[in-house]
Protein backbone atom coordinates (compact mmCIF):
# COMPACT_ATOMS: atom_id res chain seq x y z
CA UNK A 1 0.00 0.00 0.00
CA UNK A 2 2.51 2.90 -1.04
CA UNK A 3 -0.17 5.98 -0.53
CA UNK A 4 -3.98 5.26 0.99
CA UNK A 5 -5.00 8.23 0.04
CA UNK A 6 -4.24 11.98 -1.14
CA UNK A 7 -5.48 14.33 0.91
CA UNK A 8 -7.15 17.44 -0.90
CA UNK A 9 -6.68 20.62 -0.49
CA UNK A 10 -4.25 19.64 2.84
CA UNK A 11 -2.88 23.29 2.82
CA UNK A 12 -6.20 25.18 2.88
CA UNK A 13 -8.16 23.22 5.06
CA UNK A 14 -5.80 23.20 7.97
CA UNK A 15 -5.13 27.33 7.22
CA UNK A 16 -8.92 27.61 7.62
CA UNK A 17 -9.37 25.25 10.73
CA UNK A 18 -6.72 27.65 12.38
CA UNK A 19 -5.11 24.88 14.22
CA UNK A 20 -3.05 26.24 17.48
CA UNK A 21 -1.64 23.66 19.94
CA UNK A 22 -3.68 21.79 22.69
CA UNK A 23 -6.56 23.04 20.68
CA UNK A 24 -8.95 19.98 20.10
CA UNK A 25 -10.28 18.78 16.57
CA UNK A 26 -12.90 16.17 15.06
CA UNK A 27 -11.85 14.48 11.46
CA UNK A 28 -15.52 13.03 10.31
CA UNK A 29 -13.63 11.10 7.44
CA UNK A 30 -10.30 10.32 8.72
CA UNK A 31 -9.49 8.29 5.22
CA UNK A 32 -5.72 7.90 5.47
CA UNK A 33 -5.24 10.22 8.27
CA UNK A 34 -3.67 12.91 6.45
CA UNK A 35 -6.02 15.77 7.46
CA UNK A 36 -5.28 14.40 10.88
CA UNK A 37 -1.92 14.04 10.96
CA UNK A 38 -1.07 17.47 10.15
CA UNK A 39 -3.37 18.73 12.84
CA UNK A 40 -1.41 16.72 15.30
CA UNK A 41 1.64 18.10 13.97
CA UNK A 42 0.57 21.23 14.69
CA UNK A 43 -0.34 20.39 18.23
CA UNK A 44 -3.80 19.53 18.00
CA UNK A 45 -6.08 16.48 19.49
CA UNK A 46 -7.57 14.54 16.79
CA UNK A 47 -10.88 12.64 17.23
CA UNK A 48 -10.58 10.77 13.84
CA UNK A 49 -13.78 9.07 12.89
CA UNK A 50 -14.32 6.68 9.34
CA UNK A 51 -17.23 4.20 8.78
CA UNK A 52 -14.10 1.89 6.79
CA UNK A 53 -12.65 -0.17 9.42
CA UNK A 54 -10.04 -0.67 6.81
CA UNK A 55 -9.13 2.95 7.41
CA UNK A 56 -8.88 3.31 10.72
CA UNK A 57 -6.57 -0.42 10.72
CA UNK A 58 -4.26 1.66 8.07
CA UNK A 59 -3.65 5.07 10.43
CA UNK A 60 -3.48 2.75 13.86
CA UNK A 61 -0.67 0.74 11.35
CA UNK A 62 0.74 4.45 10.84
CA UNK A 63 0.87 5.42 14.80
CA UNK A 64 2.69 1.95 15.68
CA UNK A 65 5.59 1.87 12.79
CA UNK A 66 6.82 5.66 14.02
CA UNK A 67 6.12 7.35 11.00
CA UNK A 68 3.26 9.82 11.94
CA UNK A 69 4.00 12.24 14.36
CA UNK A 70 2.02 11.34 17.20
CA UNK A 71 3.88 11.75 20.62
CA UNK A 72 1.05 10.30 23.08
CA UNK A 73 -1.65 7.98 22.02
CA UNK A 74 -4.03 10.76 24.34
CA UNK A 75 -3.68 12.59 21.17
CA UNK A 76 -4.95 10.87 18.67
CA UNK A 77 -8.80 9.11 19.50
CA UNK A 78 -9.87 6.32 16.71
CA UNK A 79 -13.27 5.04 15.79
CA UNK A 80 -14.74 3.36 13.44
CA UNK A 81 -18.01 4.90 12.38
CA UNK A 82 -21.01 6.86 10.21
CA UNK A 83 -20.11 10.85 10.57
CA UNK A 84 -24.08 11.00 10.79
CA UNK A 85 -23.78 10.36 14.67
CA UNK A 86 -20.82 12.47 14.81
CA UNK A 87 -22.49 14.60 18.18
CA UNK A 88 -22.94 11.26 20.06
CA UNK A 89 -19.51 9.76 18.92
CA UNK A 90 -17.77 13.32 20.23
CA UNK A 91 -19.40 12.70 23.83
CA UNK A 92 -18.66 9.73 24.48
CA UNK A 93 -15.20 10.34 23.20
CA UNK A 94 -14.20 13.23 25.26
CA UNK A 95 -14.88 15.37 22.43
CA UNK A 96 -18.38 17.20 23.36
CA UNK A 97 -17.14 20.70 22.67
CA UNK A 98 -14.12 20.92 19.99
CA UNK A 99 -11.97 24.12 17.83
CA UNK A 100 -13.02 22.81 14.43
CA UNK A 101 -14.70 20.15 12.83
CA UNK A 102 -13.30 18.67 9.11
CA UNK A 103 -15.40 16.78 6.63
CA UNK A 104 -13.74 15.71 3.80
CA UNK A 105 -16.33 14.37 1.73
CA UNK A 106 -15.86 11.16 -0.82
CA UNK A 107 -14.36 8.02 -1.76
CA UNK A 108 -10.52 7.80 -0.86
CA UNK A 109 -7.80 6.52 -2.89
CA UNK A 110 -7.25 3.67 -1.30
CA UNK A 111 -11.26 3.05 -2.03
CA UNK A 112 -10.75 3.51 -5.64
CA UNK A 113 -7.36 1.26 -6.18
CA UNK A 114 -8.69 -1.35 -4.40
CA UNK A 115 -10.52 -3.55 -7.15
CA UNK A 116 -11.80 -5.90 -4.59
CA UNK A 117 -13.57 -2.30 -3.22
CA UNK A 118 -15.90 -2.17 -6.54
CA UNK A 119 -15.63 1.58 -6.24
CA UNK A 120 -14.02 2.17 -9.43
CA UNK A 121 -14.60 1.94 -13.15
CA UNK A 122 -10.84 1.81 -14.21
CA UNK A 123 -10.12 -1.75 -12.11
CA UNK A 124 -12.22 -4.81 -12.60
CA UNK A 125 -13.81 -6.20 -9.57
CA UNK A 126 -17.09 -7.32 -7.87
CA UNK A 127 -19.67 -4.65 -7.88
CA UNK A 128 -19.87 -3.87 -4.40
CA UNK A 129 -19.36 0.08 -3.37
CA UNK A 130 -19.80 0.10 0.26
CA UNK A 131 -17.93 1.68 2.38
CA UNK A 132 -19.21 0.38 5.41
CA UNK A 133 -19.15 -3.63 4.67
CA UNK A 134 -21.78 -3.87 7.28
CA UNK A 135 -24.49 -2.44 4.77
CA UNK A 136 -27.06 -5.04 3.54
CA UNK A 137 -27.52 -3.70 -0.08
CA UNK A 138 -24.36 -3.17 -2.64
CA UNK A 139 -23.99 -2.09 -6.22
CA UNK A 140 -24.94 -5.78 -7.83
CA UNK A 141 -27.94 -5.76 -5.72
CA UNK A 142 -28.94 -2.59 -7.28
CA UNK A 143 -27.93 -2.65 -10.98
CA UNK A 144 -29.17 -6.70 -10.93
CA UNK A 145 -32.56 -5.55 -9.11
CA UNK A 146 -34.01 -2.33 -9.47
CA UNK A 147 -36.37 -1.03 -12.37
CA UNK A 148 -35.72 0.94 -15.49
CA UNK A 149 -37.50 4.15 -13.58
CA UNK A 150 -35.79 3.39 -10.62
CA UNK A 151 -32.30 3.22 -12.43
CA UNK A 152 -32.99 6.41 -14.27
CA UNK A 153 -33.78 8.04 -10.97
CA UNK A 154 -30.63 7.32 -9.34
CA UNK A 155 -28.39 7.89 -12.87
CA UNK A 156 -30.02 11.17 -13.24
CA UNK A 157 -30.87 12.81 -9.77
CA UNK A 158 -27.00 12.02 -8.22
CA UNK A 159 -25.03 11.48 -11.48
CA UNK A 160 -26.67 14.02 -13.65
CA UNK A 161 -26.17 11.58 -16.19
CA UNK A 162 -27.67 12.99 -19.48
CA UNK A 163 -28.58 9.49 -20.82
CA UNK A 164 -29.53 8.00 -17.50
CA UNK A 165 -32.49 6.28 -19.39
CA UNK A 166 -31.07 4.51 -22.53
CA UNK A 167 -28.17 3.41 -20.05
CA UNK A 168 -30.85 2.17 -17.50
CA UNK A 169 -32.16 0.79 -20.73
CA UNK A 170 -29.37 -1.27 -21.76
CA UNK A 171 -28.56 -2.65 -18.23
CA UNK A 172 -32.05 -4.32 -17.95
CA UNK A 173 -31.54 -5.62 -21.57
CA UNK A 174 -27.90 -6.96 -20.51
CA UNK A 175 -29.42 -8.71 -17.18
CA UNK A 176 -31.64 -10.67 -18.84
CA UNK A 177 -28.75 -12.14 -20.50
CA UNK A 178 -26.60 -12.40 -17.57
CA UNK A 179 -26.82 -10.51 -14.23
CA UNK A 180 -23.72 -7.66 -14.05
CA UNK A 181 -20.66 -8.96 -11.19
CA UNK A 182 -18.32 -7.02 -12.13
CA UNK A 183 -17.45 -3.41 -12.53
CA UNK A 184 -15.94 -3.96 -15.78
CA UNK A 185 -19.56 -5.03 -17.19
CA UNK A 186 -21.26 -2.06 -16.04
CA UNK A 187 -18.79 0.05 -17.25
CA UNK A 188 -18.91 -1.44 -20.66
CA UNK A 189 -22.31 -0.60 -20.86
CA UNK A 190 -22.37 2.68 -19.86
CA UNK A 191 -19.28 3.17 -22.09
CA UNK A 192 -21.46 1.06 -25.32
CA UNK A 193 -24.11 4.19 -24.92
CA UNK A 194 -21.97 7.05 -25.36
CA UNK A 195 -20.65 5.02 -28.37
CA UNK A 196 -24.04 4.56 -29.79
CA UNK A 197 -25.07 8.48 -29.26
CA UNK A 198 -21.28 9.36 -30.60
CA UNK A 199 -20.30 11.17 -28.09
CA UNK A 200 -17.02 12.46 -26.75
CA UNK A 201 -16.16 13.24 -23.40
CA UNK A 202 -13.21 14.15 -21.07
CA UNK A 203 -14.22 12.04 -18.46
CA UNK A 204 -15.05 8.10 -18.42
CA UNK A 205 -18.96 7.53 -19.48
CA UNK A 206 -19.23 5.14 -16.84
CA UNK A 207 -18.16 7.93 -14.32
CA UNK A 208 -21.56 9.63 -13.62
CA UNK A 209 -22.81 6.37 -13.27
CA UNK A 210 -20.38 4.64 -10.86
CA UNK A 211 -20.63 8.15 -8.72
CA UNK A 212 -24.62 8.01 -8.30
CA UNK A 213 -24.56 4.43 -7.02
CA UNK A 214 -22.01 5.10 -4.44
CA UNK A 215 -24.13 7.86 -3.12
CA UNK A 216 -27.22 6.24 -3.08
CA UNK A 217 -25.50 3.23 -1.29
CA UNK A 218 -23.76 4.58 1.01
CA UNK A 219 -26.53 7.39 1.77
CA UNK A 220 -24.15 10.36 1.68
CA UNK A 221 -26.02 13.47 0.97
CA UNK A 222 -28.54 11.94 3.33
CA UNK A 223 -25.96 11.25 5.83
CA UNK A 224 -24.35 15.02 5.16
CA UNK A 225 -27.90 16.30 6.07
CA UNK A 226 -28.06 14.43 9.33
CA UNK A 227 -24.35 15.58 10.06
CA UNK A 228 -24.46 19.08 9.38
CA UNK A 229 -26.51 20.15 12.53
CA UNK A 230 -24.74 18.60 15.20
CA UNK A 231 -21.56 20.19 14.03
CA UNK A 232 -22.99 23.66 15.45
CA UNK A 233 -23.80 22.21 19.01
CA UNK A 234 -20.16 20.41 19.06
CA UNK A 235 -18.16 23.74 17.72
CA UNK A 236 -16.99 26.12 20.74
CA UNK A 237 -17.75 29.98 20.06
CA UNK A 238 -15.23 30.85 17.23
CA UNK A 239 -14.67 27.25 16.53
CA UNK A 240 -14.87 26.25 12.55
CA UNK A 241 -15.97 24.06 10.40
CA UNK A 242 -14.23 22.91 7.24
CA UNK A 243 -16.14 20.75 4.45
CA UNK A 244 -14.49 19.34 1.32
CA UNK A 245 -17.24 18.11 -1.23
CA UNK A 246 -16.37 16.52 -4.47
CA UNK A 247 -20.07 16.72 -5.97
CA UNK A 248 -22.24 19.61 -6.72
CA UNK A 249 -25.44 17.97 -4.57
CA UNK A 250 -22.66 17.78 -1.68
CA UNK A 251 -21.62 21.31 -2.21
CA UNK A 252 -25.19 22.65 -2.07
CA UNK A 253 -26.63 20.93 1.12
CA UNK A 254 -23.30 22.45 2.58
CA UNK A 255 -23.49 26.34 0.89
CA UNK A 256 -28.07 26.26 1.98
CA UNK A 257 -26.77 24.87 5.17
CA UNK A 258 -24.23 27.48 5.63
CA UNK A 259 -26.41 30.36 4.35
CA UNK A 260 -29.52 29.25 6.76
CA UNK A 261 -27.84 28.59 9.90
CA UNK A 262 -27.47 31.92 11.72
CA UNK A 263 -24.65 30.58 14.22
CA UNK A 264 -22.17 30.63 11.50
CA UNK A 265 -19.89 33.06 9.69
CA UNK A 266 -19.03 31.88 6.07
CA UNK A 267 -15.69 32.42 5.72
CA UNK A 268 -15.20 31.34 2.02
CA UNK A 269 -17.76 34.07 -0.01
CA UNK A 270 -17.19 30.75 -2.90
CA UNK A 271 -15.90 27.91 -2.74
CA UNK A 272 -12.14 27.37 -2.70
CA UNK A 273 -10.65 24.80 -5.52
CA UNK A 274 -7.14 23.18 -6.36
CA UNK A 275 -4.40 24.85 -7.70
CA UNK A 276 -3.42 23.54 -11.03
CA UNK A 277 -0.18 22.21 -9.76
CA UNK A 278 -2.55 19.83 -6.88
CA UNK A 279 -4.63 18.72 -10.18
CA UNK A 280 -2.06 17.60 -12.46
CA UNK A 281 0.02 15.57 -9.06
CA UNK A 282 -3.75 14.37 -8.32
CA UNK A 283 -5.95 14.33 -10.94
CA UNK A 284 -9.27 13.54 -8.52
CA UNK A 285 -8.87 16.55 -6.70
CA UNK A 286 -10.39 18.42 -10.08
CA UNK A 287 -13.85 19.01 -8.45
CA UNK A 288 -13.06 19.40 -4.62
CA UNK A 289 -14.93 22.35 -3.49
CA UNK A 290 -14.05 23.92 0.36
CA UNK A 291 -16.05 26.10 2.16
CA UNK A 292 -15.23 26.79 6.34
CA UNK A 293 -17.63 28.44 8.46
CA UNK A 294 -17.10 30.18 11.95
CA UNK A 295 -19.60 30.05 15.21
CA UNK A 296 -20.31 32.77 16.28
Same mark, same amino acid.
Given at each position: ????? $?????????? !?????????????? #???????????????? =???????????????????????????IEELVLVVGN???????????????????? @?? +?? =??? !????? #???????????? %???????? &?????? /?? *???????????? @??? @????KFSWPIANAI???? $?????????? +?????????????????? /????? =?? $????????????? +???????? =??? +????GRLVIISFHS????????????????? *?????????????? %?????????? &???????
Open positions: MKKYH $QSVLLKESIG !YLNVKKGERFIDAT #AGGGGHTFEILRLGGK =VLAIDRDPKSIEHIKKKVKSQKSKVKSFNQVGEIARKNGFGKVDGIL @FD +LG =VSS !YQLEE #AQRGFSFQKSGP %LDMRMDPK &LTINAA /DI *VNNFNQRRLNEI @FKK @FGQEIRAR $QIKSFETTEE +LANVAREVYRKFKVQTNI /DPATK =VF $QSLRIVINSELLN +LEEALPQT =VNL +LKNNLEDAIVKRFFKENKKLK *VLTKSPIGPENWEI %LQNPRSRSAK &LRAAQKI
